[in-house]
Nanobody
Framework: QVQLVESGGGLVQPGGSLRLSCAASGSIFRFYTMGWYRQAPGKQHEYELVARMTSITSGSSTYYVDSVKGRFTISRDSAKNTMYLQMNNLKPEDTAVYYC?????????WGQGTQVTVSS
């Protein structure tokens, strides 16, 4: 069973930046499309897919939800079994717990997530 560990969240002012990391316990990026999801406050069990990257074997193309286009960038280091989400120009509405998982269907066990809070 693949384990996912998210990190890098924190409290940041509007307009600030954070880089999230997702460490996987196995070499999954070669064959899995992976994505970043977020769960906004008060929305239990509702995971919004905000970015995804197809597998290495599928060409590593990226997708972003409209609300984060131009601000978020998904990337990965396959040698480290780690995926990243660079988040720039953060807005209060980006406040959420961020998770990584397979995409568009999240079929792996959820990690603990990492909290991102955007507030002045």
């Amino acid at each position: 069973q693949v384990q996912l560990v998210e990190s890098g969240g924190g409290l940041v002012q509007p307009g600030g930046s954070l880089r999230l990391s997702c460490a996987a316990s196995g070499s999954i990026f070669r064959f899995y499309t992976m994505g970043w999801y977020r769960q906004a406050p008060g929305k239990q069990h509702e995971y919004e897919l905000v970015a995804r990257m197809t597998s290495i074997t599928s060409g590593s193309s990226t997708y972003y939800v409209d609300s984060v286009k131009g601000r978020f960038t998904i990337s990965r280091d396959s040698a480290k079994n780690t995926m990243y989400l660079q988040m720039n120009n953060l807005k209060p509405e980006d406040t959420a717990v961020y998770y990584c998982n397979r995409a568009p269907q999240a079929t792996l066990a959820w990690g603990q997530g990492t909290q991102v809070t955007v507030s002045s």
